[in-house]
């Protein structure tokens, strides 16, 4: 089957709801996203398969929807965050960036690590954050970057590593919210920026339909007005 999904804007979006097999969502500058609707009835994003005008859209949205936070250094978490992370932080003007990582080097130190679930893989894992970075964070206003946010364990994993550095993040920026199943955990002192939000889906006889209520209060996302970045 024929990827399309994730390798172009599109002018108008697809009619419904309902839905078939994708939803369509509206980015700042007016265009529209459509993402395959996964069968556990929310819309998907996968940042390795999206082509390279996608992603340097939606990494200039997301530094503009974080750029209000003053950010001094970007924290990327693994694996997706990482597509998205360096673009960011070289967007707000950053020189590098940081990435915490799944895989332990040898020099890694247990007490800079903590455990992960995420709701798109099985089992247990370990964060780890490298040792010789702690100098870019540390006393620093930290942006903690990832692809999308859904559950939230991957993001309040990532808080709990920073944690472990003495570091409270000034924001999480994401390029899709995934329903607001995150939002009773998170801590309301730290701001959630994004591209675009998505709903839960519910699936009858016709088809998917959205679930507007599971979206939430407003929240910060990039400017509509905005010039749309190069692609």
């Given at each position: 089957m024929k990827l399309d999904f994730w390798q172009d804007f599109d002018a108008a979006p697809d009619p419904g709801p309902p839905f078939t097999a994708r939803y369509p969502a509206r980015m700042p500058d007016g265009r529209w996203l459509h993402l395959p609707i996964r069968d556990i009835g929310v819309a998907g994003l996968i940042a390795t398969q999206?082509?390279?005008p996608v992603i340097r859209a939606l990494s200039g949205w997301m530094a503009e929807a974080a750029r209000p936070l003053g950010a001094e250094a970007v924290l990327g978490l693994p694996t997706l965050g990482h597509v998205f992370a360096p673009l960011v932080a070289e967007a707000l003007g950053h020189s590098n960036w940081v990435?915490?990582?799944?895989?332990?080097?040898?020099?890694?130190e247990?007490?800079?690590?903590?455990?992960?679930h995420s709701i798109t893989t099985t089992g247990e894992r370990r964060l780890w954050l490298d040792p010789?970075?702690?100098d870019r964070l540390r006393g620093?206003?930290?942006?903690?970057?990832?692809?999308?946010?859904s559950s939230g364990a991957s993001a309040q994993a990532g808080l709990g590593l920073l944690a472990k550095a003495?570091?409270?993040p000034v924001g999480l920026c994401v390029a899709m919210v995934q329903t607001r199943r995150w939002a009773p955990s998170w801590p309301g002192e730290i701001?959630?920026?994004?591209?675009?939000?998505?709903?839960?889906?519910t699936r009858d006889a016709q088809g998917w339909w959205p679930d507007h209520s599971s979206a939430g209060s407003p929240m910060a996302t990039a400017s509509a007005t905005s010039?749309?970045?190069a692609t």
């Open positions: 999206a082509s390279f990435a915490a990582g799944y895989s332990r080097k040898r020099w890694y247990e007490a800079l690590s903590v455990t992960i010789l970075m702690l620093k206003r930290v942006l903690l970057v990832d692809d999308v946010v003495g570091v409270v701001p959630v920026v994004s591209v675009f939000e998505t709903p839960a889906l010039p749309a970045p």
